[in-house]
Structures are given as C-alpha cells and as structure tokens.
Nanobody, 122 residues
Framework: QVQLVESGGGLVQTGDSLRLSCVAS????????VGWFRQAPGKEREFVAA????GGSTVESTRFTISKDNAKNTVYLQMNSLKPEDTAIYYC???????????????????WGQGTQVTVSS
C-alpha cells in the first residue's frame, strides 16, 4: 500500500514560483513512478510531470521541473513563471510500474494524494 501526501500549494501572483512536495510512504524503488496532475474547475485532469524512481522523467512545460529526494521519499514539482492558467488543484499520483509511453494517462496510477490548491492571481 502506498500513501501520498502533497503540500506546498498556495496563492501567488503571476510570475511567482512554487514548489510542491509529495511524500510517498511504502516501497519506492526501481520502476516506481510518481506523477503530478492538475485539475481546474470544469476541466479534465491534466498531466503535468512524472518520474520513475530509477531514473527518467517527463515534463509537459519548460517552466516546471520534477525531482526527488531519495532519503526523504519525496518528489518535488518546481513551478516557475506561474500564470493564471496554472490555477488548479494539483495531485500527486503513483504506481509501482508504468511504462514511459503511459505516464500521461491518469488511469495508470493506482495511488493518489488528496491534492493541493494552487491559485495564481493576475
């Protein structure tokens, strides 16, 4: 069983930066994959970034960076130059093994965090 806890959301202004954190409990090694998704009101859940614990990552925007701290079992999403359209609830998700080509599909992830709100004011 894997539990995920996100933190780091908040209210910021256009152009600001935020770093979201996702702490994962349970086994995190090898092909364990952690992804970030976001969902704005009235919109579908959207892929943001993902990484595999053994290496390799996928990021949708050049303004965002995904990284991890093995010692803390934590995955970070660094978001720079934030825009109002980045406003959403950001979710951390994980699964034990997701092929690279399927990382963007939320249905591939069995475990989800509770989400953290990011609001970017103009």
């Amino acid at each position: 069983q894997v539990q995920l806890v996100e933190s780091g959301g908040g209210l910021v202004q256009t152009g600001d930066s935020l770093r979201l954190s996702c702490v994962a409990s349970g086994r995190t090694s090898g092909r364990f994959t952690v992804g970030w998704f976001r969902q704005a009101p009235g919109k579908e859940r959207e892929f943001v970034a993902a990484l595999r614990w053994s290496g390799g990552s996928t990021v949708e925007s050049t303004r965002f960076t995904i990284s991890k701290d093995n010692a803390k079992n934590t995955v970070y999403l660094q978001m720079n130059s934030l825009k109002p359209e980045d406003t959403a609830i950001y979710y951390c998700a994980a699964d034990t093994d997701i092929i690279v080509s399927a990382r963007r599909d939320p249905n591939q992830y069995a475990y989800w965090g509770q989400g953290t709100q990011v609001t970017v004011s103009s």
